[in-house]
Structure formats: C-alpha cells, structure tokens
C-alpha cells in the first residue's frame, strides 16, 4: 500500500512539475520596451551530450542541453547572437547573426549543427514562429532548467 501511494505522490509531483516547466512560448506583447528572444535547440545525435553556451552580443546567457529552449528579454537595437559548444566567452570563429531587435517584438532562434568533414560547426538561425512551434511540438522541448530564473522573468514581463 505505501509503495502504491509513494508512485501515485510521485507520478502527480512529476505532472505537475513538468506542467510547469513545459511553457508555451509566449509571444511578446504590443506596447512593451523590450524584445522577446528565444534560443530553441531541438532533438540531435550530434553534440546532444553536450550542452550550447547561448550568447547575446559577448555575455553567455544560458547552457541549453538537448530538447531545451530559454527565453530573454532583450533592449531594442541591433544585437549579435551566437551558439558555441562551451565556454564562458565567445570564440572568433563562433557563427553570428545580427538582429535589429525592436521594442514588442518575438524573435526565435534555432540552434543548428552543420556537420563537416574534421570540424563540426553550430549556427544560429532566426526562424518564424511556426517553424519554432512546430520544433516544439515536434520534439518535445521544454525551458532549460538551468536557464528557467531568465525565462521566468521574461514571461513575467510580458503578462504585465
């Protein structure tokens, strides 16, 4: 009987907890003075043990493992955004992007592999918002735990 209402505490603990953590992503709203960006890393074999370092300009702002995705609020301007294997600075020969990140905005960004023949290279590629939902259902992915504190704050800011 006590390990049947240990599982059964357990299985509504872990369904709740993953309730929680399994957000949507929210889309930013119209009106506020912050960009709304996501880093989306969905479902791989390469590189899937481990984890991305995310950078916006020169500041890390998040490890993200497989199947995982952050949220950050962003000041309107350009910005350069980049993915790496680790590290806590960003490297030279890292990919970037820039966006010119615009105030009530949503941006997503895809973390991407492009395998060569010695070096395996990752690349950060702005996607819509239906190719990041559809990754999202698709592969399952969930905010980062690691990165939750960021998203949280993010989202915090949006539903204001």
């Given at each position: 009987?006590?390990?049947?209402?240990?599982?059964?505490?357990?299985?509504?603990?872990?369904?709740?907890?993953?309730?929680?953590?399994?957000?949507?992503?929210?889309?930013?709203?119209?009106?506020?003075?912050?960009?709304?960006?996501?880093?989306?890393?969905?479902?791989g074999?390469?590189?899937?043990?481990?984890?991305?370092?995310?950078?916006?300009?020169?500041?890390?702002?998040?490890?993200?493992?497989?199947?995982?995705?952050?949220?950050?609020?962003?000041?309107?301007?350009?910005?350069?955004?980049?993915?790496?294997?680790?590290?806590?600075?960003?490297?030279?020969?890292?990919?970037?992007?820039?966006?010119?990140?615009?105030?009530?905005?949503?941006?997503?960004?895809?973390?991407?592999?492009?395998?060569?023949?010695?070096?395996?290279?990752?690349?950060?590629?702005?996607?819509?918002?239906?190719?990041?939902?559809?990754?999202?259902?698709?592969?399952?992915?969930?905010?980062?735990k690691?990165?939750?504190?960021?998203?949280?704050?993010?989202?915090?800011?949006?539903k204001?």
């Amino acid at each position: 009987m006590k390990k049947i209402f240990l599982t059964t505490i357990i299985l509504l603990f872990t369904g709740v907890f993953s309730v929680v953590f399994s957000q949507e992503l929210l889309e930013n709203k119209e009106g506020a003075d912050f960009g709304l960006v996501y880093f989306l890393r969905g479902k791989g074999h390469v590189g899937s043990a481990t984890a991305f370092s995310a950078f916006i300009d020169e500041d890390r702002v998040c490890n993200l493992s497989n199947r995982r995705f952050s949220a950050h609020a962003v000041q309107p301007g350009e910005h350069e955004f980049r993915v790496q294997f680790d590290g806590g600075k960003t490297k030279k020969k890292a990919e970037v992007i820039k966006i010119d990140i615009e105030a009530g905005k949503t941006y997503y960004i895809q973390m991407t592999i492009q395998t060569g023949v010695f070096v395996n290279d990752l690349t950060p590629v702005e996607i819509t918002r239906n190719t990041a939902l559809r990754l999202v259902e698709d592969d399952k992915i969930e905010v980062d735990k690691d990165c939750i504190e960021a998203a949280k704050a993010a989202w915090d800011a949006v539903k204001e």
